[in-house]
C-alpha cells in the first residue's frame, strides 16, 4: 500500500468518524431541544399532578329544601413505583380503609402494570377512615379529596337518580369521562349531568429524591383549581313528594302532579321506589343487585316509562273528539241499559239513571254513552270509510300528547302507545271497522300510556286546551332561563269552548251525583274523572286524574295503582288526600288517610 492510498483510508476513517460524533450530537441536540419524552420521564419522577375533584351541584325544591347535598369523602390511591420495598402492614391498611386484602391485592397487581402512574385502591373514605389513614403513614400511598351525593330527605329514588362510577362500557357514551369518575346514572341526575359535574382541577406536588413531597411545583404555577358544579332548583315539593311516597308505599304504580299554568312537575312518585343514599358508598354494588333481583323492580320509574291502559278516564278525550268533530252535542242524550250492544258485541256498564246527556256521562262514567261518540266519529259520513275516520281520530289523540314523547327533561322518557291504522290492518288483514275497535273507546284495547302522559292530560282540561312540556327543574344557578321549549304553550286540536262541557262533567262528578264523590274538597270546586282499566293478569287497575280548583287550577293529579280495582277504590284517595295537602297545607281526614296507609293489594304477577 503505497502513500496514497493510506492518506485517503485515513480521511475516510476520519469522515466516518466525524459522521458518527455529528449523528450522537444531533441526537442529543434532539432530545435536549425537541423531544420532551424524556424530559417528561424526569418529571414523571420528581411531579405527582393529582387531580382536584369538584364538588357536584346541589339540588333544592321549589321551597329551597336540600333534596340533595355533596358530602365529604376520600379515594384512596397508590403508586407502586413508590411503595416501600420492605413492605408495609397489609391487615392495618385493609382495616383502615375499609377494603378487603384481596381486594387490595387485586388493585396492586393492577398498579404493578403502570408502575408510575396512580391507581384508585379504594373510595368513599370518610373524613374519620382519612385522618387514621394519615396517622399510618403508609408510603407510595395517598388519599384524595372529592364528594358522593347525600340525599336528606330520602325521597325521590327515580326521581332524583343516582350517582355511580364510570365503567368501561360507559366511556363509550361519556367521552370526557375517565374510569372511576362519577356520574349521574338516572333522573335528574344523568338529566343534567353538565349542569351538576362540575370541572375538575389539578394540583402538581413536587418529590425529592426519596419520594417525599416537598410541595407545590413551581408555587403552583401549573395548578387548576376545581370549579364546583352548579345548583339546581327543582320544581318539586318536598313535602308533597313525601307524602305521595308514604301513601303509594305498598302498591305498585305511580303518582304525578303538575302546576297547569307552568308545566313544572309537583310531584313524580313512582312505587316502588327505593333510598337513593342506598346506591352511595361502599356497599352500593350490594344494594343495586338487591334491587335487580326485586321483581317490582324499585329502580324502574314507571310514572315516565309504563304504558298502561287509561281506561275510563279516556272517556275526556273521546267528548273533547266528538264535540270538535261536530258528531256531539252537549245536549245529546243515549240510553244505557246495562252497556252497550251491537249483534253479538256487548260491552257492559254498572248501573245508573238512563238516558244521560254528555256531562251526566263524564259524571258517572257511562261505557255505553262513549261507544255511541267513539263510532260517530269513526263513522262520519265527512269521510270516505271507517279507516280514514280512525286517522282524523289518531291526530286528534296524538294532539294530547299520546303516543310519543312529551319532551320533559327526563331522558328515559317513555311514548306510550297510540295503535295506527297499518297496526290494525296487519292485525285483522285489513277486514276491520269501527266495533273490531270499540274498546278503544273505554281507553283499552291496544292503547298504552304513560302516568305522565295522564297527568299532563289533567293539566290539559284545567287549562281548557294546552299544555305546557312537564319539566322538573325550575332553575339552574347562572342561567336567567330555562330551555325555550318549556315556556311555549301547546294546543291540541280541540277548541277552547268545547272542554267546558266537560269540566262541568268532572265537576258534577266529585260534587253532585258521579263516581269521584268521594275527592270532594270543601271550597276547592276539585274536579275528577275515575278510571278502571281491565287488566288480563289479574284484578283491573285503578287509576283517578283531577284538577284544582275547576277555575285557575293550581294542580293536576294523575294516579294509577296497579291491581287497585275500581278508580275511587285505591287512586281517588290517594289522589285527593295529595290534592288537600297541597292546596290546604294539612289533612283533616283522618280516617281516610289511615286507610289509604294500610290498604293491601295483591301482586300475583310480582310476588308468585
Known sequence: MNGSEGFVRMRTLQAVVLLVFALILGRLAYIQLVDSRYDELARGNVLRPEVQYPPRGEVYDRNGEYLVQSRECYDLMV?????????????????????????????????????????????????????????????????????????????????LGYVGEVTQEMLKRYTSYKAGDYVGISGVESAYESELKGRKGVKV????????????????????????????????????????????????????????????????????????????????????????RNKRQPLYNRAVKSRYPPGSTFKLVQGLIGLQEGVLRPSDRHVCRGGYQAGRLKMKCHEHASPLDLRYAVSTSCNAYFCYVFRDILE??????????????????????????LGSDFLDEGNGYVPDRAYYDKRYRKSWNALTVLSLSIGQDALGCTP?????????????????????????????????????????????????????????????????????????????????????????????????????????????????????????????????????????????????????????????
Open 79 to 159: 403508586i407502586y413505583h413508590d411503595l416501600d420495598r420492605g413492605g408495609f402492614d397489609t391487615a392495618r391498611l385493609c382495616d383502615v380503609a375499609g377494603i378487603s386484602r384481596q381486594k387490595l391485592d387485586r388493585e396492586l397487581a393492577n398498579a404493578r402494570a403502570y408502575p408510575r402512574a396512580p391507581r384508585l385502591v379504594a373510595n368513599y373514605l370518610s373524613k374519620e377512615e382519612k385522618l387514621r389513614f394519615d396517622e399510618c403513614n403508609f408510603r407510595g400511598f395517598y388519599t384524595v379529596y372529592r364528594t358522593v351525593r347525600h340525599y336528606p330527605r330520602q325521597i325521590g329514588g327515580n326521581l
Open 205 to 292: 406536588l413536587e418529590r425529592d429524591t426519596h419520594g417525599a413531597i416537598k410541595g407545590s411545583y413551581m408555587n403552583g404555577l401549573y395548578d387548576s383549581l376545581p370549579e364546583p358544579g352548579r345548583y339546581l332548583v327543582s320544581t318539586i315539593d318536598a313535602r308533597l313528594q313525601l307524602l305521595g311516597e308514604e301513601l303509594m308505599r305498598g302498591k305498585v304504580g305511580a303518582a304525578v302532579a303538575i302546576e297547569p299554568a307552568t308545566g313544572e312537575i309537583l310531584m313524580m312518585v313512582s312505587s316502588p321506589s327505593y333510598d337513593p343514599d342506598e346506591l352511595v358508598g361502599r356497599e352500593r354494588g350490594n344494594h343495586y343487585m338487591e334491587m335487580l
Open 380 to 405: 262520519n259520513p265527512e269521510y270516505g270509510s271507517v279507516k280514514e275516520g280512525y286517522e282524523v281520530w289518531e291526530r286528534y289523540v296524538e294532539s294530547f300528547g299520546f303516543g310519543r314523547k
Open 452 to 608: 305522565l302522559q295522564l297527568a299532563n292530560l289533567a293539566a290539559i282540561i284545567a287549562n281548557r286546551g294546552y299544555y305546557y312540556i312537564p319539566h322538573i327543574v325550575k332553575r339552574i344557578e347562572g342561567r336567567d332561563s330555562l330551555d325555550a321549549r318549556f315556556y311555549e304553550r301547546h294546543y291540541t286540536m280541540v277548541e277552547p269552548k268545547h272542554f267546558e262541557p266537560i269540566v262541568e262533567g268532572m265537576w258534577r262528578s266529585v260534587n253532585v251525583d258521579g263516581t269521584s264523590r268521594m275527592a270532594r274538597l270543601d271550597g276547592w270546586d276539585v274536579c275528577g274523572k275515575t278510571g278502571t282499566a281491565q287488566n288480563p293478569r289479574g284484578r283491573d287497575h285503578s287509576t283517578f286524574l283531577s284538577f284544582a280548583p275547576k277555575d285557575n287550577p293550581k294542580i293536576a293529579i294523575s294516579v294509577y295503582v296497579e291491581n287497585g280495582g275500581f278508580g275511587a277504590s285505591a287512586a281517588l284517595p290517594i289522589a285527593s288526600l295529595l290534592e288537600e295537602y297541597y292546596l290546604t297545607d294539612t289533612i283533616c281526614r283522618p280516617e281516610l288517610l289511615e286507610r289509604v296507609r294500610n290498604m293491601q293489594i295483591h301482586y300475583p304477577a310480582y310476588d308468585k
